[in-house]
Each structure stands twice: as structure tokens, then as C-alpha cells.
């Protein structure tokens, strides 16, 4: 658990958010698709997925 904290801290994940997101989409997610909830891929992916919403938005 202190691995999985610290790798979220490096990346500038919120460990908490990070963690209730997995454990929520872990049981859903194909296993071809696991390495999006690692940290830093979780991060990007969150990322643009703000960037498209304020896009959105703005139009």
C-alpha cells in the first residue's frame, strides 16, 4: 500500500482519489485495459478528459 501511495505522490495523483476510482472500475475494466488505472496513465487520462469537458463547455 506505502508503493502504490508514493508512486500516486510522485505522479501528483490524490492517492485517495485515485484508489476509490480503481477499486470502483477494477471489477469492470477488461484485463487488456488494467494499465489505464496505473497512476500516471489514470492522471493522463483524467486530464483530458477535463480538457474535453472545458472544450465542451467553451463552444
Known sequence: MLTS?????LNDVDPKAWLAD???RISDLPSSRLHELLPWEWKNLRDANKLAGQQTAAA
Open 22 to 24: 480503481v477499486l470502483a
Open 5 to 9: 501511495i508514493t508512486t500516486c505522490r
